[in-house]
Every structure is written in C-alpha cells, then in structure tokens.
C-alpha cells in the first residue's frame, strides 16, 4: 500500500494542481474564503509580520537553488548518474516548469484593494513560486530522509514547506490557492526526485 502511495503521488499531486489551476484561470479573481483568510493571518501581531517577511526573502526559486547548489556535490557523489539527473529535474522545475505555468494560467495577484500587499512581485500569481521552489528542493529532502527512516530529520526540513506556504498569505502576495498549487507541484517533482535516487544503482 505505501509502495503504491508513493508510485501514484506525482501524478495524483500534478492532477489536484491543474484542477485547481483551471479553476482559478476561468474564476479570474479571489475564490470564496480567501480573502477572509489573508485576513485573519494579517490580523497576526509581531512576531508574525517580521518572520514572514524573513521567509519570503530567504525562501523562493533564490533560496532554493542555493540549497540544491550546497546539495548538489553530495548527490552527485553518493548517487551518481541519478543524482545528476535529479539536479536537472528539480532545475527544470523551478526555472521551467514554473513559469511556463504561471504564463498559461496568468492569474492577477491580489490587490490593495482586497488584501494589504505588504511585498512586490513582477509575475503572475499561480502557482506561488516561493511554495513550489521550496517545496521542490526541501520535499527532496524530506523523501530522502524519511527513506532512510531519519524522521526527525524529515520533521526538520519540511519546516521550510510548512513557513513559505503561510508566509506568502501574511504577506499578501499569494492567494492560499497558489500556495497550494505551488506545494502540490514542488512535492510531485520531489517525489519523482526521491524515487529516481533511490531506485538507481547507486541508492
């Protein structure tokens, strides 16, 4: 059963995102609830707004290909080959996979008239880039860790996944259904990711 968990995620994972990203293209604007729920994580006190604005600076497609690139030795080390192909999958999902979706589903952003937009951004708002990075680079880490039964290791690094996705409704940058788009995305990419590496002949 969990073997088969694993095998059908990605494909599950990719199939929720792009229901979701049709309906957010052909709604066009805000989806019932999100704006009250924006709301209520802005109606948030200190240390919230400052942690938040902390994790959208570290975080994001930047943060994450720092990580990988502080990765990146060690996967090619221990796994070889796959842990090659692995940096050019998570590569080609951030820098183009991500994009190309954002251009199709060419989802505004939220406005000062709905939300306080309390950051700037310059693309369109589906799928949250800083969700879908992160959660590609860190969902990476957790599969692996989980693989080799370190779930405290695990724990740890799905905190940066858990942090971003909320950061960016704080913020008001993101509508939460980007965010859940992002994840969605991200964790299918790493999931394949994990699977390639611990699959090969070196795993």
Do not use: C
């Amino acid at each position: 059963m969990r073997h088969d968990v694993a095998r059908w995620w990605p494909l599950a994972a990719v199939l929720v995102a792009a229901v979701v990203g049709f309906v957010v293209h052909a709604n066009g604007g805000a989806l019932p609830g999100e704006v009250w729920y924006i709301d209520r994580l802005q109606a948030l006190g200190e240390p919230v707004p400052s942690v938040a604005e902390f994790v959208r600076v570290t975080t994001g497609t930047e943060g994450a290909l720092v990580v990988l690139a502080a990765a990146a030795p060690w996967l090619v080390w221990r796994h070889q080959l796959a842990g090659a192909a692995v940096i050019g999958l998570l590569l080609a999902t951030m820098l183009v996979v991500q994009p190309i979706i954002k251009d199709v589903v060419d989802r505004p952003r939220p406005t000062a008239a709905q939300v306080d937009v309390r950051a700037d951004h310059s693309s369109s708002s589906y799928p949250s880039g800083h969700s879908m990075s992160t959660s590609v680079v860190w969902g990476t880490a957790v599969g692996l860790a989980h693989r080799r039964r370190r779930n405290g290791v695990a724990a740890l690094a799905a905190i940066p996944i858990v942090v971003t996705f909320l950061a960016s409704g704080v913020q008001g940058v993101h509508w939460p259904s980007d965010a859940v788009g992002g994840t969605l995305l991200g964790t299918a990419a790493a999931a394949v990711a994990v699977r390639v590496v611990t699959t090969g002949p070196s795993a």
